[in-house]
């Protein structure tokens, strides 16, 4: 079943389901953006050291590359701040729990690059988006009409050729 199995970069691990497992336990409801808020939570509590305001993260991707090659069972233990490596954890963990989920690569205005996730909803038999970042909207972190998707993928290595270009396009800009 496309887009529900770990891959590559969002491969699994024991603790990836143990994490999953104790998230699916904690998730309101059987809603896509149920599971969504719930991860998002769980990732942002471990990504961010929230004694600092803003919070900052504990952790930061160098560039483009390292967020989308970071594997998932990496991040589970230690997140890092990046939009790629959130939504590769994100895609790992709701997979574990049982979801469809979609890494979209795109663009914000705050970002040069950017990534989020689409994740099927069951109840709605539709595909619905999500930024784990700051960028998204509430506590699900819905995207908003300045997220603009430029490709889909089940794994960021299906689209690595693309994201090695776009980062030598933008080493080149600076």
């Known amino acids: 079943m496309k887009y529900s199995k770990p891959t590559i970069i969002a491969d699994s691990s ?3 389901y143990r994490v999953a497992a104790l998230l699916k336990e904690q998730t309101t ?7 969504v ?3 998002r939570k769980w990732i942002n509590d471990k990504a961010y050291d929230k004694s600092h305001v803003p919070p900052r993260p504990l952790k930061t991707a160098k560039d483009l590359i390292e967020s989308r090659t970071t594997k ?5 233990y230690e997140p890092m701040a ?6 590769t954890l994100g895609t790992a963990l709701l997979r ?3 979801h469809k989920v979609k890494l979209v690569h795109g663009k914000h205005p705050k970002s040069h690059h950017h990534a989020w996730i689409s994740i099927y909803d069951e109840a709605s038999k539709s595909w619905q988006e ?5 960028y998204g909207f509430g506590p699900a972190g819905d995207i908003t009409p300045q997220h603009s998707k430029q490709l889909e993928c089940e794994d960021w290595s299906e689209i690595m050729s693309f994201l090695l270009e776009e980062h030598k396009a933008y080493l080149k800009s600076k």
């Open 14 to 16: 024991e603790s990836i």
């Open 29 to 35: 409801d059987n809603t896509a953006k149920s599971a």
């Open 37 to 39: 808020t719930t991860v």
């Open 72 to 76: 998932a069972s990496e991040l589970v």
């Open 82 to 87: 990046s939009c790629g490596a959130l939504a």
């Open 96 to 98: 574990a729990m049982g």
């Open 130 to 134: 999500f930024d784990f970042t700051g």
